[in-house]
């Protein structure tokens, strides 16, 4: 086999799956209906690859909601609550909940963006085989594909390394499941397919060497059924573990060499000649063509250690959109080195040619001809590289620290109380966004309307007595495109979508260039809205850490840099937004948390220099400036130290959902700025009482002194209706109001 894949994006082309699986939520597509939306989409897939030429096509890889849980129930790994549901009621409440039965939990697949549900193992739980839809899709492919059908499995080491095990231990429901993934390799063999791929990428994970035995008596059991097993590891290399995975009883490894160093690896070690090495040299989670002239020599020292190899691109294709040749806005020579699905196949393929026969193959000649005319399109900026090289270590500083500046900073009474950015985006900003992208309006007609928005957002919050006010953010659909699209450097496409996770799907814009700021980006919206009150009103930036791991990157020059780049862009915003007034201004970093390696020991690095962008992004601040920044939704107890370094004067972080988790982690590791800790859900619709802020505030400051306390919601406004909104930030200010008079009372009364 010289070429195989391990996964193929399976949401259609329009949205097809998207849009059937909310139709079926609605109750107006029948269950019959949406698996044969998934059937055509997994045909569709299917035949892309074969006629890309494909030898060894991975299926069974396509699901409606999420691949871990689809594993969850071909086991019979159902918690308690789900038991009396079954079928696809039961698949949907475990995904989505269901009234009173909550979803499983769900979390980033390794370093993706792809968010998969935790399967939750009791000892309650005894695992069952049901794997009637697996073998289903697989006679399909067989009967689409024939021989060509490779089996797409979830390893059981992996499956288990990833589940919340409470009161069960690992090795024991790994002994339960042994059998049943032996039950289903033998029905595997019996449609006579000619190997299976089995998906371990928890071998990348530093701590890998504690499943060693684990791993070892798992494959043992596995190789006694007698088809032919892939291994298949992606997203890191295997490190330390290299040499007793290279040493499993299975027939291929596959390893992933685009990130890491498992090229080193298999050089100062070797590869044992009864396996087929996999050679995942086209990047599966980025958008770009392959560089010819690196990955060939990559293959040629492949080449040096096995005869027997097999090129796949690093990981499931799920990761990039379909087909770059449909993004005809983009300027030709640009949209020339992208490769999304299709593209990577092709170079799989023409890759594969090439290993077999050692020449060199037309198709790569064309990529290399395409890479030089992008280069001249696309012209490096001296300017800006030259800028990032004078840095000096003050520009990464505040001039005053901490202490010295709050004093200079706007005063404010307790609990000040201000919201994290984003207000209502309803229906009706939607449209007038769209219209306006579509010409349909003036940019005057535009921003007349936008301004009528900001007016009423100050007016609401100065009605209500908030103390720093936001301009409510009606002109962004989305916190990284909204400033991508002001930078040059930056493309978006617009059918790049990729599932993040179930029906929700996001296009990552494109860093393809050096980023540069021709014009300020936020500061007239932050005129106007300072223009109507007296109030402050913060201004509001998303943080390069952020903009960098929310697109697809360059490969050309490092992370690093490129988070500098985008730090240079959001100073000169910084700096421009004081010159206009502004005494408070925030920059989000909610994505900086989920940019760190898979590996431990290279967090370090990462943070290093994603702290050092964000402090470059606002270390041009006078010290009278207040700096804020925002995260959410992440394990902050990993990072405080970076958090700590970020050197922000206030933080503001999601905190209701923990009860106050996050905040016991900042003030344990005794942070010493102020925090925000959100004392709103923005993800309920519940309206909070008066009461409730009180008593959550109140709960909070016993963590933090006084002065340091800010109150908030946890998160943006913009997914929730203006009533609601009103209703629960009028609560909130009233009660840091309360808050404020009892403390003042009881100060004056001490006196
Ligand atoms: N300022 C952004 C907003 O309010 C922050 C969003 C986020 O944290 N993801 O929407
Ligand atoms: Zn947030």
Redesign the pocket.
Known sequence: MLTTTFGYPCIGKKRELKKSLESFWKGKLSEIDLLATLHTLQNESWTAQLDAGIEGIGVGDATLYDRVLDWVVRFGLIPQRFRSLSGLDRYFAMARGKDAIAALEMTKWFDTNYHYLVPEVTPDVTPTANFDDFIDTVRRAKSALGERAIPIVLGPVTLLRLSRLDGVEFNAILSQLIPLYRQLLSELQELGIAEVQLHEPALVFSDASELQGAFEMTYRELDRVGVPLHLVTYFDDLGQNYTWVANLPVAAIALDFTRGQNLELVKIHGFPKNKRLGAGVVDARNVWRVRPETVTDLLRQLQAVTIDLCVHPSASLQFVPYDAARETQLPEPLRNVLSFAEQKLEEVVSLGEMAAHRTASSRLDRIEKNWAAFRLFCPAKPEVQQRIESLKVDDFERSQPYSDRVSQQVKLPPFPTT?????PQTQAVRKLRARYKRGELTLEAYQQQIDFYIAYCIGVQDGMGMDVL?HG?FE?SD?VEYFGEQLEGYAFTRQGWVQSYGSRYVRPPIIFGDIDRPHAMTVREFQVAQSLTEKPVKG?L?GPV?MLNWSYPRTDISRKEQALQLALAIRDEVADLEAAGARFV?V?E??LREGLPLKQERWNEYLSWAVDAFRLSVGVARPQTQVHT????SEFGDIMDAINRLDADAISI?DSRSNNATLLQLTDADYPRQVGPGVYDVHAPAVPTKEMFKDSICKCSQHLPIDRVWVNPD????TRGWQETVAATRNMVSAALELRRELNASSNGQQ
């Open positions: 919201t994290i950015g984003s207000y936001v953010e962004r916190m509001m998303t952020t925030q989000d909610p994505a925002h995260m959410c939704y999601e998160c943006g406004l913009k």
